[in-house]
């Protein structure tokens, strides 16, 4: 037990200082000479993942070419659940129109629940699918009205399939993501299409998961 004499004149104040090394996230008792008090040990937060979705549309960089969009976009793409629970077929945006032509959509996302996190990363899902013709299934996240695209698969034709893009640093700015960018995120969906009329590659559900540690 650590111990300090202290021998004081009248009207004579000293601060003395007791340093402990919690080992358990529990209250402790302190007693000096008589005088009792306590401090609380806590566990750091546990990372959380929380989900936020599409809410509203917004212009996109280029060429805008796609069914279903003026009747609503967004919320053709909002499906809850996960990508396991998207629902097909029902709604969906896809490129249309004929040769070979770029196309993009983005959105809007809704806020955190909780503020005074700290963000992790954040993980960006859609399923899409490649109709009759090859798309390519891309994605991107705008900052100060630039947007940074990946393309995360060559030409591909197939059933509705899962796509993710993982972001641990904000592209734009090459830093960890800030709990107020994660609140204004633009994110979008892109596809080139490789020739003719048709069907091209089509999205039925996009969502960001957020990994953030909450606040102390
Ligand atoms: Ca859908």
């Known amino acids: 037990m650590a111990e ?7 009207s004579e104040s000293k601060v003395v200082v007791f340093e402990a090394t919690p ?18 040990a806590k566990l750091p937060p546990a ?13 996109c960089g280029f060429h805008v070419w796609c069914e279903n969009c003026l009747i609503g976009g967004y919320n053709l ?30 959105f809007r996302m809704s806020n955190l629940i909780e503020s005074g996190v700290k963000i992790n990363k954040i993980v960006i899902h859609t399923v899409d699918k490649g109709f009759t013709w090859d798309h390519h299934t891309m994605i991107f996240t705008r900052h100060n009205n630039t947007d940074y695209m990946v393309d995360l698969t060559s030409w591909w034709v197939g059933p509705w399939t899962h796509h993710s893009l993982e972001l641990t640093t904000n592209p734009g700015t090459g830093l960890a993501w800030t709990e107020a960018e994660i609140n204004a995120l633009i994110v979008g969906l892109a596809t080139y299409r490789k020739t003719g009329g048709g069907l091209g590659g089509a999205y039925t559900q996009m969502y960001v998961e957020v990994n953030y540690t909450p606040a102390f």
Do not use: M
Not at 4 to 10: C, E, F, K, R, Y
Not at 23 to 40: D, I, M
Not at 77 to 85: A, E, N
């Open 4 to 10: 300090q004499t202290v021998t004081l004149n009248p």
């Open 23 to 40: 080992q358990e996230a529990k209250t402790y008792l302190v007693s000096v000479n008589g005088l009792a008090g306590s401090f609380v």
């Open 47 to 59: 990372p959380v993942v929380e989900i936020i979705r599409p809410i509203g549309n917004v212009d």
């Open 77 to 106: 793409i909002d499906d809850p659940g996960d990508y396991r629970s998207h629902d097909g077929d029902a709604t969906y945006i896809r490129a249309e129109g004929t040769g070979r032509r770029a196309w993009c959509k983005s």
